[in-house]
């Protein structure tokens, strides 16, 4: 009932490491330059995949400060690195189709990235015969949609997603998604890119088909940032430090714990999450530097000042 | 430049039977009942749908009174009777999977008709085999999407939605949108229903590809309301009226008139809409109407009461 | 730092309860029909309101099952309720000027109740000379806003309303608020009603000015529905129960927690609040409810279907 | 019935001059540079304020060329204007509180500018006292408010900007407003400046009280953006030029073709309104503009990159 859950494969490692000091398919790497820590996590065999929880492949995080509103040299400099790292993990192919798929449900501020996204993404795709968007001035064409999650469609994100890759034959997907963490530090200041696109239980709300390049038969990569905690697993970290610093056997504790929380924590906390009170102006800070991030990575001939002209 | 446009096949067939009386291939056809006109025009052969500018196929009216906020019972009785004419355009089968799909773009008030019946319409796919929602209680599968717009998404509704009947496979489509008439008075009084689809040229933005059963393989039911008149349409027969007054030659004045108008009306004044002033109040109470109207096509166990309950 | 909060009265009281039961001042009566629990809390004396950490005043909670979104029979009861409970609270001048004021931030989904209700309240003052909007037919003279949040507007919600008060001269003032609880089952199924209007600390965003009958003149109602916990608040319970259930030191084990828990939880987790996932839908679901018993209160002449035709 | 109606003054001294060479009391020059022509209209005496329909005061209008979505530096040119002559009309005081008031139905696309204009504006008069808001920075205290038009508040606009106002105590007010044009070429193309407030009759619904130094105290500068042409407006232009170009007297015809138009135009077209079909593109880049003009005007000490920043 009070297990933890990260979408983050560099919690997934910490907490793996914090129980064993030996693992085997599972290579980690951090450098550090101007305020931002890139982390390389790459997992490379299905053991580790099921040690971890995450599926083989690569996944890279950019941890940053938290956002000062009005220190837009510090965003511009993340967008930058966060387009080199898009790039890094997208084919490259010359003109090549991007998909920009903004999952999540717009009602929700902290579900809310991916569409949020998918609105600041210059999409090009109808327009790239028409000056001045032409591929000599190095912008590529973009699709983009937030398709909406299963509760107000009545669809899989991944059966649209399919769907629509069949008919606009994209050559690479790139899918937005809110993430939940374990560690509230991270909250809004992590972004995490990977190779291995959607797994089931990833995402804000977390049951899903999975979405990656077996299932759709090009690259799916995928950007999440982790705008909430689930509300079980911050109850299991408390409930984790409190038996940790009293010593208590855990398990004992916790069925005590229970019985004493009875009334006020129903058995379905996990259905409710921990999210900043000012989610609204973080998550719009935030999906500019993804979007922004986005749009350098596929338009090589425009500068931050440019997209910014042309999106809203 | 002034031509004049309606995506109505009723304004379509007056025009038509103004300038003769001999049209074969087009029946049409009105019973009131109610304050409820009901017209049907059916378009026979391929030398009348050219005349009409609308293709073969079946097309129904159903005009009321201008919406009285208050007069509940009235609403109830539009739905009802959109509900029976969905029904008998739609495919008979039992528990058929219904997709239906809102055109049009949310950002503009009087485009934003498709997007807001999709969310009022009650989505049940996802839910079939949870209790209440079994098709012992007449709730019918249905899957709902609002693609959004090309200039958006890069992507046309057409291919969007072929996409995602291929994975998803409904066994018919109903798609909703705001369309554009010749007539003041028919704005927000009007609903048409035909089983042709979606044509280029109709709607509020008027390129697309079409979207029928030739493209889909399956039933492509199309819902519409005229919420704009284009300006040049507007213009036109302004232009149209004075010259008939006074008994002028059409083409001599218009080219009189251009000069005269030259400095206010630039050649793109198609590029141009005219819509109620108050028309947030009116797509908000047509959107209701029309998805009540679906709901009850779809959930034939349910009533008007029950689907307010189950949706927003 | 991991304080226990509430914005119900009848949680503090429990509270306090909890630890005393010689508690003068306060008199908590609680009756139940129909699923519906009615629980009275009256505080009287100066002490008493210390003590409880609530202002001198009448506090009404209504508790009800979870709302299955289908029950429409159910939800319309709540309304007359909430309607009866209400009509308790204002004065009872005939044809008096309402003012209602949602309070809260839209863009941030938990905090929206407020903005919310005020969209589906039935606005009149302007239409009090036209049919059918006349005294006659029992509708009552209403405005209504939703004034944005300090962090919008740079003002406080006090100073709109103290302004608005001064020239539009309701007889009394509705505000609504969403709540934070401290007990997770509460969220989306209470409402407290209470003449003593808005208190510095009360509400999703926690520091405000006090508006009140001192402060503003005139009767001031607040109308709350809990729709977020602390997530300090949450801590601490976990962790008080976590000693209660260990028999340790509660101060002692506090400190060794916190060291535990340094990485994962900073000292500002009270900048953050646990909330449903689906708030989504719960949210317009009270909005509904709230909107519906206010309309009832303040148009007697009105049913739930009159109102439910005349709003969206 | 089809009368012209501008809330430009601009459009209001071109028409006087249309039929009159001498008009005292009104003088109107126009400088142009870098693509922008500014045009100072000054209505100096009461017959020259009753000829033009416009009260007695400064009109300055900006006009442009029709926005490229990427010619950033174009918009950049376009604010650094606006702010200067904004400063020109708004008071010379150190550190004055200034009230921005966004005007219009933000549920109506073309009316929504005002409700853009307030989202973007950066609100700094909560802040002032904490870094970096300081007013060594050169960062004035701003506070802001959309309050929603009649129909949806039941109050004037006016009621409420003069209660903030009594509790607030700016030193002067900025109200933001969709306006109606006569010629389409105008349309989100030019920015309206003015120092004599908001007028009965003005902006795009056209009913409401008088807002303006007379009535409040204190300076009241209007800004606004033509979104919209009457279509009454549009009609009578039609109808003129066929007439001047017919030779045919005007009087006579309108009737005759009042007569022709009668089951296409009811007597109500003056209750619609003209728009460009992509008025949700223009007006989020206007709104831009017009915040921008407006943050650089208040705060002297930022740059149009430092107000994009805090922005969103």
Not at 96 to 119: K, Y
Not at 140 to 156: C, D, F, Q, R
Request: aromatic share 2%.
């Amino acid at each position: 009932m009070f297990s933890i859950r990260t979408d983050l494969a560099i919690e997934a490692h910490e907490m793996l490491t914090e129980s064993t000091s030996d693992i085997q398919g599972v290579a980690c790497d951090t450098s550090r330059h101007n305020n931002i820590a890139v982390t390389r996590v790459t997992v490379s065999t299905e053991e580790a995949a099921k040690a971890l929880g995450k599926p083989v492949g690569r996944y890279i995080t950019l941890e940053f400060n938290e956002l000062n509103l009005a220190d837009a040299e510090y965003h511009a400099y993340i967008c930058k690195q966060l387009a080199n790292e898009l790039n890094g993990l997208l084919p490259k192919k010359e003109k090549q189709l991007i998909l920009v798929v903004g999952l999540g449900n717009h009602n929700i501020t902290p579900d809310a990235l991916g569409p949020l996204v998918v609105s600041k993404v210059l999409v090009t795709r109808h327009l790239m015969h028409q000056p001045p968007f032409t591929a000599e001035k190095g912008i590529g064409p973009v699709s983009a949609i937030a398709p909406g999650v299963l509760g107000l469609t009545g669809m899989e994100t991944a059966e649209i997603v399919q769907g629509i890759s069949g008919t606009v034959k994209p050559d690479a997907v790139i899918v937005i998604d809110a993430l939940a963490a374990r560690n509230l530090n991270r909250l809004n200041t992590t972004i995490q890119l990977c190779d291995t696109g959607i797994s089931p239980g990833a995402g804000v709300g977390n049951k899903r088909k999975e979405l990656n390049q077996k299932t759709l038969g090009i690259p799916v990569i995928a950007v999440g940032v982790p705008t909430v905690i689930d509300a079980a697993t911050l109850t299991a970290d408390v409930m984790h430090a409190m038996t940790l610093s009293s010593g208590a056997d855990e398990e004992n504790e916790r069925s005590k714990m229970l019985a004493a929380l009875h009334h006020l924590l129903p058995e379905d906390i996990s259905r409710c999450m921990v999210t900043p009170k000012d989610i609204d102006l973080t998550i719009e800070t935030v999906s500019k530097i993804v979007a922004g991030g986005i749009n350098l990575a596929l338009h090589k001939g425009l500068t931050l000042e440019d997209v910014n002209a042309y999106t809203s």
